[in-house]
């Protein structure tokens, strides 16, 4: 089944990472960069720093790796078509410690391709999107046996001229650029699923904005999926599968009031569309107890390691909210009493607004200060000084 997922993010030197060792790691090589932009990205040294000294990526053992190619736009210099060259380049021409190397995009290609169609499909998706832009691509097809074939896309971040690299560009980082390129991707791989006549589709959009009454399921990545396949249950699987039990019960719910209907069943669409609403609320209101405290639980695991202190800070906040429920359960009720206890009674808010308005309009008096006469101050320092005698 054809699925859509893509994902952009940095490499940057921020998080201490080099553009010329994940370019190595990506395309299984063996590459050298400059001692001098390794310092800068914050990896370790032998011996003392030189710009001309070399440290080396050495991925040449590391297994999935189909295809790597350099795609090049017009204006760039031809010798960075080798690897080593065009990724030493590009960490040369950062000087801060806190760069932005390069920006990696990683999507999933479909099973139902081979390997010239994947090829056919990136190359089309990169040209049009990034190199006629002005942007280097270096990309990299991964499968192993597992049935997950993926490209990871790497592109400057930085205009190229025959002289080599410029100015930063800061229009590709804009958002609209990332909702194009999904929307390009889908487009792409679904004009070869309709030339070799097969049904399958993939949709950039979210399940909501397509219309599908399901919750999305989110992402295993890579460790996790590697202990589920050991069968080990970790708390991204746990959610996933609850999600999906949730979705299955759904369908099957559906299912049963659209052969229930029998006027609605020529048209499956409106009858999905009807009967969403119905069916959302009815498994709300009949789903176990069991069911719903296993969802909590995986997500308020999953909270925790984020962020600990914040999760804590939920748990008792919806802890409090859920004493609040079980003592007063009626909702109109609730509201009754929070107005009578906050909120005071009619002629008690006059009076109070009538005082603010005379606070305001009189301004406050004056403080005058009168001499005392000798005898009052006399009196006054007896009062106060004990030892003084008449």
């Known amino acids: 089944m054809a699925i859509f997922y893509m994902d952009v993010k940095i490499i940057g030197r921020s998080s201490g990472r080099s ?13 050298h960069s400059v001692a001098h932009a390794s310092y800068q990205a914050g990896e370790k040294l032998q011996g003392t720093v030189n710009k001309n000294d070399k440290i080396t990526h050495d991925y040449t053992r590391k297994k999935g790796i189909v295809h790597s190619e350099i795609i090049l736009p017009k204006n760039a210099p031809s010798k960075y078509t080798d690897r080593q060259t065009l990724w030493n380049a590009v960490e040369l021409s ?4 806190n760069s932005q190397l390069a920006r990696e995009i990683i999507i999933a290609l479909p099973i139902e391709f081979n390997l010239q169609e994947h090829l056919e499909v990136i190359r089309k998706y990169a040209k049009d999107n990034f190199v006629d832009k002005g942007m280097i691509a270096d990309f990299a097809i991964h499968d192993t046996e597992n049935d997950n074939p993926h490209a990871h896309i790497m592109l400057t971040t930085r205009n190229v001229t025959q002289e080599g690299f410029s100015e930063k560009n800061r229009e590709w980082n804009k958002k609209e650029n990332l909702l194009e390129w999904r929307k390009a991707w889908a487009h792409v791989v679904n004009e070869v699923f309709e030339r070799k006549g097969l049904a399958q589709r993939i949709d950039h959009r979210t399940l909501k904005a397509q219309g599908i009454d399901r919750k999305p399921m989110i992402h295993l990545g890579y460790k996790a999926s590697a202990l589920e396949k050991k069968g080990i249950h ?44 119905n069916t959302l609320s009815a498994l709300e209101k009949g789903r176990g107890e069991a069911e719903h405290a296993t969802l909590m639980s995986a997500k308020r695991n999953m909270r925790e390691k984020e962020n600990p202190i914040k999760a804590k800070k939920t748990v008792q906040t919806v802890g409090k909210l859920q004493k609040k429920r079980e003592a007063h359960p009626d909702k109109e009720q609730n509201e009754q009493m929070l107005e009578k206890i906050t909120k005071p009674p009619k002629f008690i808010r006059e009076r109070l607004q009538q005082k ?27 009062e106060r000084d004990p030892l003084i005698k008449d």
């Open 19 to 31: 553009a010329t060792g994940a370019a190595a790691y990506r395309a299984g090589e063996k590459l």
């Open 94 to 97: 950062e000087t801060r410690k």
């Open 234 to 277: 970790t708390d991204r699987g746990n959610y996933n599968r609850e999600i999906n039990h949730r979705n299955n019960e759904r369908d099957v719910k559906t299912q049963e009031q659209s052969k229930c209907d029998p006027q609605k069943n020529d048209d499956p669409d409106a009858t999905i569309n009807a009967t969403s609403d």
């Open 356 to 382: 603010r308005i005379e606070r305001r309009s009189t301004p406050p008096p004056k403080k005058t200060f009168k001499k005392p006469s000798p005898k009052q101050a006399y009196s006054i320092i007896k």
